[in-house]
């Protein structure tokens, strides 16, 4: 197992074989995504911007101001 000590500044070097492992560069991000059993994983932040694409979808109707006004306003009064 590897392992990495925290210094007071909360920071860390990770070592070479996990680096070499993950793909890291420097400069590269990395995320710490916690698991359902409490503990984190550390994993590349490598999603390029193209992997958004259609994420959103354009409405088939455009809608103007007025009307996303209107449905704000009829939100509003229906929550009070």
């Known amino acids: 197992m590897t392992t990495a000590t925290v210094t007071s500044k909360g920071q860390i070097t990770i070592p070479i074989n996990v680096r070499s492992s993950l793909g890291l560069n420097a400069g590269d991000r990395i995320e710490f995504v916690e698991m359902d059993d409490g503990q984190f994983a550390i994993i590349p932040a490598t999603h390029p911007v193209t992997a958004l694409k259609g994420l959103i979808r354009k409405p088939v109707q455009s809608v ?17």
Do not use: L
């Open 64 to 80: 103007s101001i007025e009307q996303m006004n209107a449905v704000i306003a009829q939100y509003g009064a229906s929550t009070k």
